[in-house]
């Protein structure tokens, strides 16, 4: 059974740095995707972020530069670390899993939270 784990979210002031963490079971981990999308309140999810099973990564414009998303195949884990947080990065973060080899299909984390203040 797939399961997705998100931590890692907290209370940083702006300008901090926070490292979210998604710990995935259940699944072959190199035949998924792994992403990052946000949700704020009162907002649409959002995606961040991607990483491929081969390591290619892409994020969305608002946080080049500042985010980076990474995984760790020993751990079947992904890292999203944050820097330069702003107000506006304040969010539930969520991954998600999305399949792409022999097969379709996506799986997504509980959540964590991301307050930034000012």
């Known amino acids: 059974q797939a399961q997705l784990v998100d931590s890692g979210g907290g209370l940083v002031q702006a300008g901090g740095s926070l490292r979210l963490s998604c710990a995935a079971s259940g699944i072959i981990f190199s035949m998924f995707d792994m992403n990052w999308y946000r949700q704020a309140p009162g907002n649409q999810r959002e995606w961040v972020a991607t990483i491929t099973g081969r390591g290619i990564t892409n994020s969305a414009d608002s946080v080049k530069g500042r985010f980076a998303i990474s995984r760790d195949s020993a751990k079947n884990t992904v890292y999203l670390q944050m820097d330069n947080l702003k107000p506006e990065d304040t969010a539930v973060y969520y991954c998600?899993?999305?399949?792409?080899?022999?097969?379709?299909?996506?799986?997504w984390g509980q959540g964590t939270k991301v307050t930034v203040s000012s």
């Open positions: 998600k899993a999305r399949r792409t080899v022999l097969g379709s299909g996506n799986y």
